[in-house]
């Protein structure tokens, strides 16, 4: 009994120097992982005369967000080796492929810097149900591939993809990317 | 001080000009990795490597990654399994110095088809209700981007069946279609080359058409019964479906919905006095009835 008033006094005594602590603590985490975490690429949308369902603007914003992080977390992934990096936004084939991919590059000891220097998206078709949209991106990509610490290569071409998208409860998916010969911007 | 004479000059010239040609080789060698532009998914094929000597091959695809020494001056083959997905492929070789091509695989013959119906149940005789949408893919699943003419094929449960043929574009199809004025399930099938798949839609009765009811009296209470529901195609509107009657007295205003069972609805309402009853289903109404004179 006498030890269970101590202890409510101490936890009294500490209770309001712990919640400062802690809150200091989480901001500063937060500070640090939003310092931390690269830059969203940018993502511009076009979706003008799209059929056979016109987009929302609201969709189309959400769109254009989670495919720029898309973007980010795929960069940081290949960089890292991390499948785990990829984060939420990817389904499906993409999502399955991905991380084949990231585990052969560890197994080979390769990695690839993506630099990013945005996304040109257009939409090509967005299905009546709102179940499905078709993107075509004209990506303008820097990618370096390395092994170990030694530069293999440098890429800096534009790059297309031909993108599947899907709704989620609160995001739009990554299912299907696919890249093809891309023409000259 | 430094001079140079003509001669050192010329003799300068001439060594510069070996120096090129010893390194000009290399330079040739990296411009000479030859791969094709495209393949298709799952075909192997062969690089040629010129040069002498060891070095490292990597191939860096959209799933796949392979390192692996090779010996220059030989075949370097790639297998059907290394280029199983479409995209772009990132070829390297490093010898004394890298070299890099890149080729692009493209989808095989379409294998697979990706097939949605919208929506699952659809009232009768509606224009534009049933959309279908089709994707076409090859057998490892990459998007079959060449243009493919998909068939859909429209099988009604009575009346004859019909089909629409779509291209593809960007590997999806996609049809809008008026629903057919019987109700019953209609199969949806999209059919390519050998590769068929087929959903159901189910076609229900659309808003009720002339909706009639008749009253019966026996003392203060009447009962009403609605003429068998049916839409104006003259499909029965399915039980369950609410009908709603309201009726106006002396006691005031009241509602009652009601569920159609086999075919028809009804209720009984207690009346004092003048009455007057009215029927709805949904957004149509039907006719009124005025009981012990005007209101």
Not at chain 1, 143 to 161: M, R, S, V
Not at chain 2, 158 to 169: E, H, I, L, M, W
Not at chain 2, 240 to 254: E, L, M, P
Not at chain 2, 261 to 266: E, F, M, S, V
């Amino acid at each position: 009994m006498k030890n269970m008033a101590e202890l409510t006094l101490a936890v009294k005594n500490i209770s309001p120097r712990f919640v400062k602590a802690a809150t200091l603590v989480i901001a500063a985490c937060a500070l640090a992982i939003a310092q931390s975490s690269p830059e969203l690429p940018q993502v511009h949308l076009d979706a003008a005369g799209l059929a056979p369902r016109p987009v929302e603007e609201l969709t189309g914003t959400t769109i254009a967000r989670h495919y720029a992080l898309a973007w980010r977390d795929l960069a940081s992934a290949l960089e890292s080796g991390r499948a785990g990096g990829l984060g939420d936004e990817f389904v499906g084939f993409a999502k399955d492929r991905l991380v084949q991919r990231i585990g052969e590059q560890n197994q080979a000891g390769v990695h690839v810097r993506i630099v990013d220097h945005g996304h040109h998206l257009k939409a090509i078709f967005y299905s009546t149900d709102g179940s499905a949209m078709q993107l075509l991106d004209q990506a303008e990509l820097e990618i370096q591939t390395f092994d170990g610490n030694k530069l293999l290569d440098t890429q800096n071409a534009p790059h297309e993809y031909i993108v599947l998208v899907t709704p989620g409860a609160d995001r739009w998916y990554v299912r299907d990317l696919e890249e093809v010969s891309a023409k000259p911007f | 001080m430094m001079r140079t004479s003509r001669g050192d000059f010329t003799l300068c010239k001439r060594l510069t000009g070996l120096a090129l040609l010893c390194v000009l080789p290399s330079w040739a060698r990296a411009a000479e990795l030859q791969v094709p532009a495209s393949v298709e998914a799952g075909q192997a094929f062969s690089i040629p490597l010129e040069g002498s000597g060891q070095a490292t091959f990597y191939l860096l695809g959209p799933d796949h990654v392979v390192k692996r020494s090779v010996s220059l001056g030989s075949e370097l083959p790639i297998q059907s399994g290394d280029v199983r997905t479409a995209g772009r492929y990132q070829v390297i070789v490093c010898g004394s110095s890298c070299t890099s091509a890149g080729f692009e695989v493209k989808a095989a013959q379409p294998a697979h088809l990706s097939f949605f119906l919208h929506p699952s149940r659809v009232p009768v005789s509606t224009p534009g209700s049933i959309d279908a949408t089709a994707f076409v893919f090859d057998r490892y699943f990459n998007l079959v981007l060449t243009p493919a003419a998909v068939d859909f094929q429209i099988t009604p449960a009575s009346g004859a069946g019909f089909s629409r043929q779509v291209s593809t574009r960007h590997g999806a199809a996609w049809m809008r279609m008026d629903s057919t004025p019987h109700e019953g399930r209609v199969q949806v099938t999209a059919v390519l080359g050998n590769v068929e798949e087929a959903r159901v839609i189910q076609q229900v009765a659309a808003e009720a058409c002339a909706l009639r009811m008749k009253a019966v009296t026996s003392g203060d209470m009447v009962t009403l019964e609605t003429e068998p529901v049916r839409d104006c195609s003259g499909n029965a509107l399915p039980d369950g479906t609410v009908v709603s009657f309201t009726k106006i007295d002396k006691a005031g205003k009241s509602t009652v919905d009601t569920p159609i069972k086999k075919g028809i609805a009804r209720v009984q309402f207690s009346v004092r006095g003048p009455a007057q009853i009215s029927v709805a289903c949904g957004v149509v109404l039907g006719n009124e009835v005025a009981l012990g004179g005007k209101l």
